[in-house]
T-cell receptor
Framework: DAGITQSPRHKVTETGTPVTLRCHQT?????MYWYRQDPGHGLRLIHY???????DKGEVSDGYSVSRSKTEDFLLTLESATSSQTSVYFC??????????FGEGSWLTVV | DQQVKQNSPSLSVQEGRISILNCDYT??????FLWYKKYPAEGPTFLIS?????DKNEDGRFTVFLNKSAKHLSLHIVPSQPGDSAVYFC???????????FGTGTSLTVIP
């Protein structure tokens, strides 16, 4: 199993509050990703990083920001959580860009 | 627009028979394709992949077929086992970028 740790694994938060999800890897992979999984939509890319301080938007980036200050850590922040951001969030990593490995997921509920 | 599509949300198969999961893509720049398996409350796990220079890749009970002209790939599982019951996602990427595009998933149920 790829060394990927997501925290927190489960969180309930109120609408309008900021939330940060953390992804930590021990594989020294260059690329890191944040996906969300929703029924009927599969896995959709939120943001990704191709190096320290190098990030780019994915297909559903509105309402999310990311930061990568170290190779091993990739943070996803919801500046002001909304109910539409209730989802399962998966962090993923890739080395050469041809296979991607996922973490165990973070379940977020916005009430 | 969904660049990778799995048009069958679910599939039921008898144990021991073949499971065939299908996937279509629209972007001709994709040159590498992957299948992932996901159990409830777990992250997706990599299953098998195929490069666009091949039309078939086999790993044990799992075989992926690629038809580039039709922009179609399929995953064959033979023989199917109850432990194969899971959601299967297909994914695609290209060497010009490092984004992976996923389908919406197919839920496979293998009936004992």
């Amino acid at each position: 199993d790829a060394g990927i740790t997501q925290s927190p694994r489960h969180k309930v938060t109120e609408t309008g509050t900021p939330v940060t999800l953390r992804c930590h890897q021990t594989e020294n992979h260059r690329y890191m990703y944040w996906y969300r999984q929703d029924p009927g939509h599969g896995l959709r890319l939120i943001h990704y990083s191709y190096g320290v301080k190098d990030t780019d938007k994915g297909e559903v980036s509105d309402g999310y920001s990311v930061s990568r200050s170290k190779t091993e850590d990739f943070l996803l922040t919801l500046e002001s959580a909304t109910s539409s951001q209730t989802s399962v969030y998966f962090c993923a990593i890739s080395d050469q860009g041809y296979t991607i490995y996922f973490g165990e997921g973070s379940w977020l509920t916005v009430v | 627009d969904q660049q990778v599509k799995q048009n069958s949300p679910s599939l039921s198969v008898q144990e021991g028979r073949i499971s065939i999961l299908n996937c279509d893509y629209t972007n001709s720049m994709f040159d590498y394709f992957l299948w992932y398996k996901k159990y409830p409350a777990e992250g997706p796990t990599f299953l098998i992949s195929i490069s666009s220079i091949k039309d078939k890749n086999e790993d044990g009970r799992f075989t992926v077929f690629l038809n580039k002209s039709a922009k179609h790939l399929s995953l064959h599982i033979v023989p199917s086992q109850p432990g194969d019951s899971a959601v299967y996602f297909c994914a695609a990427t290209s060497n010009t970028g490092n984004q992976f595009y996923f389908g919406t998933g197919t839920s496979l149920t293998v009936i004992p």
